[in-house]
């Protein structure tokens, strides 16, 4: 990641801080490099299971022309989190599936981090590009479709 990119991005990320200034002191002095941030201001974060949010994070890597926004993997809780636009309304089903908006915290590591327990899959760009719900929506279809295959359990049709 350019200086200059890393620098966009920490200052767009630690904006939902608090203390800013003390969110980027830990993230480039810090003890532990994490710090928390309120969710619902200028995301929200769509988290779910290691197995589907590790092949969406890759769904919406390969697909051409998509900008995705950022993912944050949590290797010890076996999670992984989708950085949304803020939707006050959303709802979001699914086993696993947790929403996180207004009101909501979430740890995160300094946006250049892609090593240790909590790392980003796909750090932010510092231009505030976020996953759009509609793509995010299809990704977990056809991932969930793809496991069910690979697990032998059928998926039931929305609805039914």
């Known amino acids: 990641m350019a ?5 966009r991005s920490m200052e767009w990320l630690a904006a939902a801080s608090e203390d800013p200034r003390a969110c980027k002191e830990e993230w480039q002095n810090g003890n532990t490099g ?3 941030l309120a969710a619902g201001r200028f995301w929200d974060v769509l988290i779910v299971p290691e197995e589907l949010g590790l092949r969406v994070a890759g769904l919406l890597d390969e697909l ?12 010890r809780r076996r999670r992984v989190g989708f950085f949304l636009p ?17 009101g909501t915290w979430i740890a995160a590591p300094a946006p250049h981090c892609r090593w240790g327990a909590l790392r980003w899959l796909c750090p932010p760009d ?3 590009t976020l996953t759009m719900p509609e793509v995010m929506e299809v990704a977990l279809q056809r991932c969930t479709t793809e496991l069910s295959r690979v697990h032998g359990t059928p998926v039931r049709a929305a609805g039914g």
């Open 64 to 75: 051409p022309l998509l900008n995705p926004g950022p993912s944050l993997f949590d290797a």
């Open 86 to 102: 803020p939707e006050p309304e959303a709802v979001w089903i699914g086993t696993g599936v947790r929403h996180l908006g207004k």
């Open 34 to 36: 994490v710090t928390l």
């Open 3 to 7: 200086l200059t990119e890393w620098t």
């Open 126 to 128: 510092g231009t505030g």
